[in-house]
């Protein structure tokens, strides 16, 4: 399958703790984020977003918080399970486009047993 | 099939070779994107299209780089005279609604290898 995290930061997170992954965002005046989960030889799947007028958002085991003072983004992920191996993206929306994404570079995740 | 459909999976083209990527989208979304994704890194935004209209192809590195979707359904991502920088995957995803990405649905992607 694809090596898509052969060069890319990782974090290794024993199975049931809770794993932070976190990524700078490069635009000020970004107004909407998202967070992707990508597995090895697939596309990559929407995991939860947040709007600039947010510093918290929380979903099914997953929480994103946004520091805009630092241009910071994180997600947390809650009782880490296998199936949540897969490289993370974030990814931000400038306040000019609709359509328009800025990926980060990815953190892969790693479960171990 | 139920989602985005990508082919071939992998492409090994001699450098200079054409080649044709096709996408095909969930039926009925309106919103078309590519996307090229070297390794190791995130995706990079390539050309939009919103139903058979080339709305954004400011992302496409070169004018090697050729998209179209003629009937706003099927998509053809075509690259000439293939370089070795060409290597990566491409990635099509599709959305039910204008632009909106957080709906936006990926396809597994083609490896391109230009050897």
């Known amino acids: 399958g694809e090596n898509v995290g052969l060069h890319l930061p990782t974090l290794s997170v024993q199975e049931g703790d809770n794993s932070i992954i976190n990524c700078a965002y490069s635009?000020?005046?970004?107004?909407?984020f998202i967070w992707y989960k990508q597995e090895s030889g697939k596309g990559p799947q929407f995991i939860i977003d947040?709007?600039?007028n947010m510093d918290k958002r929380q979903g099914q085991r997953v929480t994103v918080l946004l520091n805009k003072t630092v241009k910071h983004l994180s997600l947390q992920i809650a009782a880490t399970q296998p199936g949540d191996s897969a490289v993370y993206f974030c990814?931000?929306?400038?306040?000019?486009?609709?359509?328009?994404?800025?990926w980060g570079a990815g953190t892969k995740l790693i479960i171990k047993p | 099939g139920a989602g985005v459909s990508q082919s071939p999976r992998y492409k090994v083209a001699k450098r200079g070779q054409d080649v044709a990527l096709r996408c095909d989208p969930i039926?009925?979304?309106?919103?078309l994107f590519w996307y090229q994704q070297a390794l190791g890194q995130g995706p990079e935004f390539l050309t939009y299209?919103?139903?058979?209209?080339?709305?954004?192809k400011s992302g496409l590195p070169s004018d090697r780089f050729f998209a179209e979707r003629p009937e706003g359904s099927v998509s053809t991502l075509k690259i000439q005279r293939t370089q070795q920088e060409d290597s990566a995957v491409y990635l099509c995803?599709?959305?039910?609604?204008?632009?909106?990405?957080?709906?936006?649905?990926f396809g597994q992607g083609t490896r391109l290898t230009v050897v």
């Open positions: 995803a599709s959305s039910l609604y204008r632009g909106e990405y957080t709906e936006a649905f």
């Open positions: 039926s009925g979304h309106v919103s």
């Open positions: 299209f919103q139903n058979e209209a080339q709305l954004d």
């Open positions: 635009n000020s005046a970004s107004d909407y």
């Open positions: 947040i709007r600039s």
């Open positions: 990814a931000e929306a400038p306040q000019d486009s609709n359509y328009q994404l800025i």
